[in-house]
């Protein structure tokens, strides 16, 4: 079965320091989504992106999150200058059409990208 | 505007005895609702899903849920656990008909089950 799948699995990084993490969405969905988990706390989303540019995002995403669809595999989240509050999970997830070409109902997410900013 | 509660951060059953995690929703119009599972240090696992239809859903590892609109719930249950179900349980929601919305998770229950 098709799955998302996400690189690096954990990423550790000195506060200031930009880091991108990558995702590589199921082939043929169209929306993909960041959503981050904070240790101990609740999923939260942070932004939705489709045809090339980002349909919905949370006051979470700032001006220090940035992101790409760079090729047509890749979606990347970028976090310019990384703070000691960035650290947490990110989760990419996407969702895209079923076969009759109307959109399945369920996002599907991948591993995670376990972030640490020290 | 859609919201998850989930009441009971914590759960904790005896191998065999019925499982319930509660999950109450807000939601403007018909949601999709859904749970997911999270074992230690992975990522997130769709159990079941109701969007429309039958109201009573049923997922993977014995698992269902049934959802009831006149409470708002939409509650897990299992009859018998298994030590392999301990986990954080996430109930989720996002607005019916349109795929492309954002989901909102609820604040997840640990699950622990005592041998």
């Known amino acids: 079965e098709p799955e998302v799948t996400q690189t690096p699995s954990h990423q550790v990084t000195q506060m200031g320091q930009e880091v991108i993490l990558r995702c590589v969405p199921i082939s043929n969905h169209l929306y993909f989504y960041w959503y981050r988990q904070i240790l101990g706390q609740k999923v939260e989303f942070l932004v939705s992106?489709?045809?090339?540019?980002?349909?919905?995002k949370s006051e979470i995403f700032d001006d220090q999150f940035s992101v790409e669809r760079p090729d047509g595999s890749n979606f990347t989240l970028k976090i310019r200058s990384t703070k000691l509050e960035d650290s947490a999970m990110y989760f990419c997830?996407?969702?895209?059409?079923?076969?009759?070409?109307?959109?399945?109902?369920?996002?599907?997410f991948g591993p995670g990208t376990r972030l640490t900013v020290l | 505007a859609q919201s998850v509660t989930q009441l009971g951060s914590h759960v904790s059953v005896s191998e065999g005895a019925l499982v319930l995690l509660r999950c109450n929703y807000s939601s403007s119009v018909p949601p999709y609702l859904f749970w997911y599972v999270q074992y230690p240090n992975q990522g997130l696992q769709l159990l079941l899903k109701y969007t429309t239809g039958a109201t009573l859903v049923k997922g993977i590892n014995g698992f269902e849920a049934e959802f009831k609109k006149s409470e708002t719930s939409f509650h897990l249950t299992k009859p018998s656990a298994h030590m392999s179900d301990a986990a954080e349980y996430f109930c989720?929601?996002?607005?019916?008909?349109?795929?492309?919305?954002?989901?909102?998770f609820g604040i997840g229950t640990k699950l622990q089950v005592i041998p």
């Open positions: 992106f489709y045809n090339n540019e980002i349909s919905e």
């Open positions: 997830a996407s969702i895209g059409p079923r076969t009759s070409g109307k959109l399945t109902d369920t996002q599907y």
């Open positions: 989720a929601v996002t607005s019916g008909g349109g795929g492309y919305q954002k989901v909102t």
